[in-house]
């Protein structure tokens, strides 16, 4: 008899991870097993499980290259502050920005603040329904279109983060391709698996799946050593293990000081702050503490280092603090304009537009207090490999 030819396999396959062989994938048959997992297994997050597709949209902008912890605890104060498109479009960019403040890419939340002014005056506060027209929005990318319109829609489209590629990729035993042919082919095999009908009986098969894929590459697949005894489509994998990625961009080492200048006045604690230029490409017109040009900390003790990644480079910061009250030197060390730098009250510091490092800083000397952030109980895997990557960025942003 003939064997039956998989619409997912590795047909294309030029450089496998190890020597393998083509595994037929029958779609229903992984749908099934991928779907009765992840109704057991999928972990319960704020943005699970709700018919508002406005929360579905912030979270999904939330999510990209951000760890989902971080994004739980911002989420919902974020909806508290923006309960709707409409108080998003009236919101200043600053409000905006302030909530988002830790979460890092703060394109995004300009993104969308400027696409729900677009849907407040253009469509009534109507967020559209289909991928096609959901793509016309600023800031709304291939991913974020997709993922809209299955989730919250029920659209039968495929939705491929970087979790999702891993999976297809070891699944089909393909080496990682990072060029238009690679992600056209992972771009088939993802739309070969989704469901192909609309919600049915009340169930929203192409959203859910979507969703199963993701959670099966954050949690089961992992990017180091995938936890492959607990996957639902072990034995229809080909790679079962790590597959052949292509070399990361080299990561770069730069210093960084800043200072931590602190005043009391009778019972309220002021920190002082430079604001960002509005010009400059990254985190424009946000606040951060002043920060010191290497000469004027020679040979100074910091009060803390601490490291801080920012795409491919990684800032060894080091915060210094005047000894005394009669020390100005650092003070006049600051290169920043007298009209740049201000004192913020401590208790204010909740609600300024702070960049993602001034807040660990201002976090970790107790200068500003941490939200706490609970998770659900993870489920029950090896405790050293039970870790969850954030969603690997799939668009432009700063
Ligand atoms: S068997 Fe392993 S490598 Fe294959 S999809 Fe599952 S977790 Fe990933």
Not at 200 to 222: F, P, S, Y
Request: aromatic share 6%.
């Amino acid at each position: 008899m003939k064997a039956r030819k998989s619409p997912v396999q590795s047909e294309e396959s030029t450089a496998p991870s190890k020597t393998v062989a083509p595994v037929e994938i029958d779609p229903s048959s992984f749908r099934r097993r991928l779907m009765s997992w992840y109704r057991t297994h999928a972990r319960e997050l704020p943005w699970r499980g709700i018919s508002d597709p406005y929360r579905t949209w912030v979270s999904e902008v939330m999510l990209q290259q951000t760890r989902v912890e971080a994004v739980i605890e911002h989420y919902n104060d974020f909806l508290r502050r923006f309960p709707t498109i409409v108080a998003l479009a009236l919101a200043t960019e600053e409000d905006v920005l302030a909530s988002w403040s830790g979460l890092g890419y703060y394109r995004r939340a300009r993104m969308l603040h400027r696409a729900a002014q677009f849907i407040t005056r253009e469509r009534n506060g109507a967020l559209p329904r289909t991928a096609v027209e959901l793509r016309t929005l600023p800031g709304i990318g291939e991913y974020t279109c997709a993922a809209i319109a299955s989730i919250a829609f029920g659209e039968s489209i495929a939705v491929v983060d970087g979790n999702v590629e891993r999976v297809l990729l070891r699944l089909t035993g393909r080496a990682e391709r990072n060029n238009a042919q690679g992600r056209a082919f992972v771009q088939r095999q993802a739309s070969l698996l989704v469901p192909p009908k609309r919600f049915k009986d009340g169930v929203n098969a192409a959203g859910d799946h979507n969703q199963a894929m993701m959670e099966l590459g954050a949690t089961i697949c992992l990017p180091r050593a995938p936890l492959c005894l607990h996957c639902p489509v072990f034995s229809m994998c080909a790679t079962r293990g790590e597959h052949i990625t292509q070399p990361r961009m080299q990561q770069k080492s730069r210093p960084a000081a800043y200072l931590l200048n602190i005043r009391k006045r009778g019972v309220v604690t002021e920190v002082l702050l430079e604001r960002r230029a509005q010009d400059v490409s990254l985190m424009a017109g946000m606040y951060e503490l002043p920060p010191l040009p290497q000469d004027a900390v020679k040979d100074r003790e910091p009060m803390l280092r601490l490291r801080h990644a920012i795409t491919n480079t990684n800032y060894y910061v080091q915060v210094f603090a005047p000894q005394g009250r009669k020390d100005r030197s650092l003070r006049r060390a600051v290169p920043a304009a007298r009209d740049d730098l201000r004192w913020f009250r401590t208790s204010r510091l909740h609600s300024l537009a702070l960049t993602g490092l001034a807040r660990k800083i201002l976090q970790r000397l107790d200068v500003m207090t941490v939200h706490p952030v609970r998770l659900p109980e993870p489920e029950p895997v090896p405790v050293e490999k039970n870790r969850v990557p954030a969603r690997p960025k799939i668009e432009a942003d700063d």
